[in-house]
């Protein structure tokens, strides 16, 4: 096994064709084809299936592509050190976000932080809390902002914040007057909600199936900031957190207080066996300092 073959084996699952994988790689399909040929003698597993004329992984290809991927992961790590180490830059650093987080305030506070570190190399990618939580465990990434809880091995974590989720509506929506609404408010109400595997629906549904409450939902969707954008077309309201609410003031939308009282849990996540570069820490110092000002001002989004 070949670090070559397993390069073409990674190309033709990520193309889907082994002339797209030969694109890639700069070299002719029939190569790539005998790299995997050489690759499946020297694993005894049947990588792709062919009786189509088309190369379809089997399932064993799917589970050998899944634990490749950390391995990959690993020696982009490595390339990016040893470019670091030749171009004499202070480090680099590969952050995981949910949306939420992912969308503004963490650009936000990448920004400020370059302006103090412009050296240091900053990649960050947007997944879903369960997928930042993975990439956090098997050290694809230096940390990962994440909505709790969290159950994997493998992690240290940082409690971040803890604060309330809201109801986004139309500034002239007839919930608007309202300070506080609760459960009872939203019988069948037309709202807009976050996909059904996000904490904030599970406790959304819980808290409605105790009051026996049945609003309409009409759209699910699985980002806050699209809950936001539906809400300001007048497609019906929806619970969200702070950090979303804060992109979203001065949209023609109001935020009012939700009772009872669902908290957004969010942690910063750390691979346990990884050490925590210079770079991580400073840009923690950063991150931190744009949370408290942001939770600061929130507040004042809930005023009637």
């Known amino acids: 096994m070949r670090w070559r073959q397993l390069t073409a084996f990674r190309e033709t699952m990520v193309t889907g064709t082994a002339s797209g994988a030969a694109?890639?790689?700069?070299?002719?399909?029939?190569?790539?084809?005998?790299?995997?040929?050489?690759?499946?003698e020297s694993l005894s597993i049947t990588l792709f299936d062919r009786r189509t004329g088309r190369?379809?992984?089997?399932?064993?290809?799917?589970?050998?592509?899944?634990?490749?991927?950390?391995?990959f992961a690993g020696y982009d790590r490595?390339?990016?050190?040893?470019?670091?180490?030749?171009?004499?830059?202070?480090?680099?650093?590969?952050?995981?976000?949910?949306?939420?987080?992912?969308?503004?305030?963490?650009?936000?506070?990448?920004?400020?932080?370059?302006?103090?570190?412009p050296n240091v190399k900053i990649r960050y990618d947007l997944q879903l809390s369960m997928r930042v939580e993975e990439w956090v465990a098997s050290q694809q990434?230096?940390?990962?902002?994440?909505?709790?809880?969290?159950?994997r091995p493998g992690i240290e974590r940082e409690n971040f914040c803890e604060v309330p989720y809201v109801m986004a509506m139309p500034s002239g929506h007839r919930l608007s007057s309202r300070s506080v609404v609760t459960p009872g408010d939203l019988e069948g109400e037309r709202m807009v909600s976050l996909s059904p595997e996000t904490v904030a629906r599970r406790l959304l549904d819980s808290c409605l199936a105790e009051a026996g409450?049945?609003?309409?939902?009409?759209?699910?969707?699985?980002?806050?900031?699209?809950?936001?954008?539906?809400?300001?077309?007048?497609?019906?309201?929806?619970?969200?957190e702070m950090f979303t609410a804060n992109d979203f003031a001065g949209?023609?939308?109001?935020?009012?207080?939700?009772?009872p009282e669902m908290l957004f849990r969010?942690?910063?996540?750390?691979p346990r066996h990884l050490p925590r570069s210079r770079a991580a820490g400073e840009f923690m110092t950063t991150l931190r300092a744009k949370r408290n000002e942001l939770l600061a001002n929130v507040q004042g989004l809930l005023a009637v």
């Open 23 to 40: 694109e890639i790689m700069g070299i002719s399909q029939p190569a790539v084809s005998r790299l995997i040929d050489a690759l499946e």
């Open 55 to 71: 190369m379809v992984p089997t399932l064993e290809a799917e589970l050998f592509y899944a634990e490749l991927q950390n391995a």
């Open 78 to 117: 490595l390339v990016a050190t040893a470019e670091d180490i030749r171009l004499g830059r202070r480090g680099s650093l590969h952050i995981a976000s949910m949306p939420a987080l992912g969308l503004n305030f963490l650009p936000d506070a990448i920004a400020r932080f370059r302006e103090v570190q």
């Open 141 to 151: 990434v230096d940390l990962g902002l994440a909505e709790f809880p969290f159950d």
């Open 213 to 240: 409450v049945t609003p309409e939902f009409v759209c699910v969707t699985t980002y806050a900031a699209g809950v936001c954008a539906l809400v300001a077309r007048g497609q019906g309201i929806g619970l969200i």
């Open 251 to 259: 949209t023609g939308i109001v935020f009012r207080r939700f009772e």
């Open 266 to 270: 969010v942690g910063v996540l750390y």
